[in-house]
């Protein structure tokens, strides 16, 4: 199962079900998909949240859904996934992956898709591509960490704890698992209090989409631009509407 919902109309939080850990077959792979079709199509979406139950985050592939498929259909599973993971990095919002406990293979790929990651004490990682005789993660780790701290993970694929990940700079916090959510729930709600088209314009030049030059001009003509300069010199809060 994959549950959509919205504790606020400017949050999106999307919720891995399918115990015990959270793997994606192709049918919950196309749930995730729509998921995040909705949050592109709702404007009031100012940012989303992606995390797991059952005290998982994403264990990736079903590997027993894998057993049945020859080796074309497999690399095309395989594709498939990684497919996937790209949709949810070009995603229009910012994402944050809040992780609590395992989060190997194919879900250390999905979480590094995400935008931030938040991690819980308890949560476990691992690439672990290396010990199925397959490759993952390596473009999107190596990117956020360096090669240096990445590749011993990668080619190991031994797991490593919260804080590794914190310490290697894969994790931007780590909180109790009991507080996970409630860490990733504020962060998003100050996301969502800045101006939504500044903070679309921010992710595609941080991802590598976009540069600040090609952004400035149509940003400096936005209402929002003109509201916050009007709130400073009133000293007020600003109050964004995304136009």
Same mark, same amino acid.
């Not at 399918?18 to 793997?23: H, K």
């Not at 079709?37 to 009031?44: G, T």
């Not at 020859?70 to 498939?80: G, K, N, P, R, Y």
């Not at 991802?207 to 209402?223: C, F, H, I, K, Y």
């Given at each position: 199962?994959?549950?959509?919902?919205?504790?606020?109309?400017?949050?999106?939080?999307?919720?891995?079900?399918?115990?015990?850990?959270?793997?994606?077959?192709?049918?919950?792979?196309?749930?995730?998909?729509?998921?995040?079709?909705?949050?592109?199509?709702?404007?009031?979406?100012?940012?989303?949240?992606?995390?797991?139950?059952?005290?998982?985050?994403?264990?990736?592939?079903?590997?027993?859904?894998?057993?049945?498929?020859?080796?074309?259909?497999?690399?095309?599973?395989?594709?498939?996934?990684?497919?996937?993971?790209?949709?949810?990095?070009?995603?229009?919002?910012?994402?944050?992956? %809040?992780?609590?406990?395992?989060?190997?293979? /194919?879900? #250390? @790929?999905? $979480? *590094? +898709?995400?935008?931030?990651?938040? =991690? !819980?004490?308890?949560?476990?990682?691992?690439?672990?591509?290396?010990?199925?005789?397959?490759?993952?993660?390596?473009?999107?780790?190596?990117?956020?960490?360096?090669?240096?701290?990445?590749?011993?993970?990668?080619?190991?694929?031994?797991?490593?704890?919260?804080?590794?990940?914190?310490?290697?700079?894969? %994790?931007?916090?780590?909180?109790?698992?009991? /507080?996970? #959510? @409630?860490? $990733? *729930? +504020?962060?998003?709600?100050?996301? =969502? !209090?800045?101006?939504?088209?500044?903070?679309?314009?921010?992710?595609?030049?941080?991802?590598?989409?976009?540069?600040?030059?090609?952004?400035?001009?149509?940003?400096?003509?936005?209402?929002?631009?003109?509201?916050?300069?009007?709130?400073?010199?009133?000293?007020?809060?600003?109050?964004?509407?995304?136009?």
């Amino acid at each position: 199962m994959i549950h959509l919902s919205y504790p606020q109309p400017t949050i999106a939080l999307i919720e891995l079900d399918t115990a015990p850990a959270n793997v994606l077959a192709m049918a919950e792979r196309a749930r995730l998909l729509d998921a995040f079709a909705q949050i592109e199509a709702d404007k009031a979406v100012r940012v989303a949240i992606l995390t797991g139950r059952n005290g998982a985050f994403c264990t990736g592939d079903d590997l027993a859904e894998s057993l049945s498929r020859d080796v074309e259909t497999q690399s095309a599973a395989i594709l498939h996934f990684l497919a996937m993971c790209d949709t949810v990095a070009a995603c229009r919002v910012p994402v944050i992956a %809040a992780v609590d406990g395992w989060c190997i293979g /194919g879900g #250390l @790929e999905l $979480a *590094l +898709a995400a935008d931030i990651r938040l =991690a !819980s004490e308890r949560a476990s990682f691992a690439c672990s591509a290396v010990r199925m005789g397959l490759t993952a993660s390596a473009g999107r780790l190596t990117t956020l960490i360096g090669a240096s701290r990445a590749k011993p993970h990668l080619l190991t694929g031994a797991p490593f704890d919260a804080a590794r990940a914190l310490a290697d700079g894969m %994790a931007a916090e780590v909180h109790p698992a009991e /507080g996970l #959510l @409630e860490a $990733a *729930l +504020a962060m998003a709600k100050l996301i =969502a !209090s800045r101006a939504p088209l500044a903070i679309e314009a921010t992710k595609r030049v941080a991802s590598g989409v976009s540069t600040t030059e090609a952004e400035t001009p149509d940003l400096a003509a936005t209402a929002d631009h003109a509201e916050a300069r009007a709130a400073f010199i009133a000293k007020r809060p600003a109050v964004f509407e995304g136009r």
